[in-house]
């Protein structure tokens, strides 16, 4: 189990290291997202969620759609949140590039996560984490966000428990060894916090429960035998707006709209999946 998680990681790291080239002003955000996707598969590897790109305040759960001519700017502050699995064990890190002239907000979110890392091994609770987490960004004279979090990973879900706070809370959860956990400090320049916009193009399999429409059916046993419970990106299916909608409401998917920030803050993320030990932890990504 450890060993896949592992080579999910091996995939991850390169997949990460090679992006870096590839984000520059006047390059489309869609061609960057099936690159990474699509390297995961050749390196041997499945992705665990759709490519990540959120750029200036939004945070996260932005996918580009099918066709997007949108393209990175001069200035951007771009995150890229890369997820890849083996057999459902899934690896899960997350880079800001700086196309402008935001060092600083950069530097913060990646040296919390450093922080946080130095105080991770079995018996740590993840209150000390994310006491951690926000004394480092607020020392940056930033604000973490207090809506998003790092998380457990578990086969075939990207969101398992325990949930790791990037601020300082009353009580947490006990990391006990061999527990895979991913730390995510986001840091912005406005008010701590993100909120839902309309833009949606990710989706997850909830529960598969009987449905009257023989379309609906077939989809959903589509998405059950190819991504489980992971997110999948709207681009990588054939399927109406309608029948997509009609399952959301039906409770059978979960739609992932795009988190940005609420006053429009400017926002920069770093993430690592890690193995927790003993005496500290094994970074694999």
Same mark, same amino acid.
Request: net charge negative; aromatic share 6%; hydrophobic share 40%.
């Given at each position: 189990?450890?060993? $896949?998680?592992?080579?999910?990681?091996?995939?991850?790291?390169?997949?990460?290291?090679?992006?870096?080239?590839?984000?520059?002003?006047?390059? $489309?955000?869609?061609?960057?997202?099936?690159?990474?996707?699509?390297?995961?598969?050749?390196?041997?590897?499945?992705?665990?969620?759709?490519?990540?790109?959120?750029?200036?305040?939004?945070?996260?759960?932005?996918?580009?759609?099918?066709?997007?001519?949108?393209?990175?700017?001069?200035?951007?502050?771009?995150? =890229?949140?890369?997820?890849?699995?083996?057999?459902?064990?899934?690896?899960?890190?997350?880079?800001?590039?700086?196309?402008?002239?935001?060092?600083?907000?950069?530097?913060?979110? !990646?040296?919390?996560?450093?922080?946080? =890392?130095?105080?991770?091994?079995?018996?740590?609770?993840?209150?000390?984490?994310? +006491?951690?987490?926000?004394?480092?960004?607020?020392?940056?004279?930033?604000?973490? =966000?207090?809506?998003?979090?790092?998380?457990?990973?578990?086969?075939?879900?990207?969101?398992?428990?325990?949930?790791?706070?990037?601020?300082?809370?009353?009580?947490?959860?006990?990391?006990? +060894?061999?527990?895979?956990?991913?730390? !995510?400090?986001?840091?912005?320049?406005?008010?701590?916090?993100?909120?839902?916009?309309?833009?949606?193009?990710?989706?997850?399999?909830?529960?598969?429960?009987?449905?009257?429409?023989?379309?609906?059916?077939?989809?959903?046993?589509?998405?059950?035998?190819?991504?489980?419970?992971?997110?999948?990106?709207?681009?990588?299916?054939?399927?109406?707006?309608?029948?997509?909608?009609?399952?959301?409401?039906?409770?059978?998917?979960?739609?992932?709209?795009?988190?940005? !920030?609420?006053?429009?803050?400017?926002?920069?993320?770093?993430?690592?999946?890690?193995?927790?030990? !003993?005496?500290?932890?094994?970074? =694999?990504?």
């Amino acid at each position: 189990m450890l060993e $896949k998680y592992e080579r999910a990681g091996e995939i991850v790291k390169k997949v990460k290291e090679e992006v870096v080239k590839l984000v520059k002003p006047g390059v $489309k955000l869609l061609e960057v997202a099936e690159f990474v996707e699509n390297r995961i598969v050749e390196l041997g590897g499945k992705p665990a969620f759709p490519c990540n790109i959120s750029i200036n305040s939004d945070a996260a759960h932005f996918t580009p759609k099918r066709n997007d001519e949108r393209v990175f700017k001069e200035g951007d502050i771009v995150k =890229i949140d890369i997820g890849a699995h083996i057999d459902g064990y899934i690896a899960d890190s997350a880079i800001t590039i700086d196309l402008g002239d935001h060092e600083d907000l950069v530097k913060c979110a !990646e040296r919390a996560l450093e922080k946080a =890392i130095e105080v991770v091994h079995a018996g740590v609770n993840t209150a000390e984490i994310g +006491e951690v987490i926000e004394k480092t960004i607020r020392e940056f004279g930033f604000r973490p =966000i207090v809506n998003l979090t790092g998380h457990g990973l578990d086969r075939y879900v990207a969101h398992a428990p325990p949930t790791i706070y990037n601020v300082k809370v009353d009580k947490g959860v006990e990391l006990k +060894e061999g527990m895979v956990i991913a730390i !995510e400090p986001f840091a912005t320049d406005g008010a701590g916090k993100v909120v839902e916009r309309g833009e949606c193009e990710i989706f997850s399999l909830i529960a598969v429960k009987k449905l009257r429409l023989k379309q609906e059916r077939e989809f959903v046993r589509y998405i059950a035998e190819n991504y489980r419970t992971l997110p999948f990106a709207r681009r990588w299916v054939n399927v109406s707006d309608v029948v997509l909608a009609r399952l959301v409401k039906q409770g059978v998917l979960r739609a992932y709209p795009v988190l940005t !920030e609420v006053n429009n803050g400017l926002v920069s993320q770093f993430e690592h999946t890690l193995i927790v030990e !003993e005496d500290g932890c094994k970074v =694999i990504t």
